[in-house]
Every structure is written in structure tokens, then in C-alpha cells.
């Protein structure tokens, strides 16, 4: 029987990205990679910076160099959804999946298609191995379709 490799930590890959680039050790950097492996979803520096602030004491600046080191190094992935501040989530872990992004209230819903990853894995590209993909579907949620609805019915 053949074993799965041991797969390394969120952890020890930033560790050793951080050697490798010549950056500091930070235990806030640390901080805040534990604090975003423990959110399922997604969310943007300005919700991880509250949420840094009930149990260590971070700076904006420090959340936003932060983020931009753990994006470097693919530890979570970066989304810039229409008109939004970027969002990201947790690259480690997570199934590929696709999002649709409501243009009215800004609500993100992820979803697997597997058709859609059938398509993508069968496309062969000329000299480029895919590694990941993103999809983003823009459209109206049904929570905001109803509320048009009554407010034409309302006039």
C-alpha cells in the first residue's frame, strides 16, 4: 500500500517562504495566518482586522503587508469582485469552486459545478499545466429579485 505524502502546514510554508524572501518571523503574521485558516469563507482585510482585534493587537497596515505576502506566497487566494473591496480566502484546503456575486447587495455564494470542472480539466492548453481556476458568475440574487418585485408591486 502506497502512502499520501505528508502534506506541509499553512505554516511551515509561510516559514519558509518568509526565509526564502529574506522577510521577518513575525508572531502577528503568524497570528493572522491561524486567524484566517480558522474562517470558512471568504473576507477582506477590514473584517480580518476586527476580528484581529478581540484576541491580538494588529495594525490595518499589518493585515493589508500581511495579506499581500500570504497571497505571494499562495496561501489564500485574492478576489476583486466588481465595485468590492478584495476578498480573499484560505488556499489550502478548499475544493475549486466557482462563485456568483449578487451586483445589487455584493452577496458572494460559492458553488461546485461538476461539469464545469470536467470542461476545464478536458481542455488541454498548448505548453501550460493548470493548477487552479476561477470562475465568477455576476448576476441578482433571489433575495434582491423579491425585493425589486415588491417594490414594483409597492408603485
Known amino acids: 500500500m502506497k502512502e499520501e505524502p505528508v502534506q506541509p502546514s499553512p505554516i511551515e510554508l509561510f516559514t519558509e517562504y518568509l526565509i526564502r ?9 503568524f497570528a493572522i495566518l491561524e486567524k484566517i485558516y480558522g474562517i470558512d469563507g471568504h473576507f477582506n482585510a477590514e473584517e480580518l482586522y476586527e476580528q484581529m482585534q478581540h484576541e491580538y493587537r494588529v495594525s490595518l497596515a499589518t493585515v493589508y503587508n500581511t495579506l499581500d505576502l ?3 506566497a499562495a496561501l489564500i487566494v485574492k478576489h476583486q469582485f466588481d465595485g468590492q473591496p478584495a ?8 475544493s475549486m469552486h466557482n462563485h456568483s456575486v ?4 455584493g452577496r458572494i455564494k460559492e458553488f461546485t459545478d461538476k ?8 481542455k488541454e492548453f498548448a ?5 487552479h481556476y476561477s470562475l465568477y458568475i455576476y448576476g441578482v440574487c433571489k433575495k434582491c429579485q423579491k425585493k425589486k418585485k415588491q417594490i414594483k408591486k409597492s408603485i
Open 21 to 29: 524572501h529574506k522577510h521577518r518571523k513575525t508572531p502577528e503574521r
Open 70 to 72: 500570504l497571497h505571494d
Open 87 to 94: 476578498q480573499y480566502e484560505k488556499a489550502l484546503g478548499s
Open 102 to 105: 449578487c451586483t445589487v447587495c
Open 115 to 122: 461539469k464545469i470542472l470536467m470542461a476545464i480539466k478536458a
Open 127 to 131: 505548453n501550460f499545466e493548470s493548477t
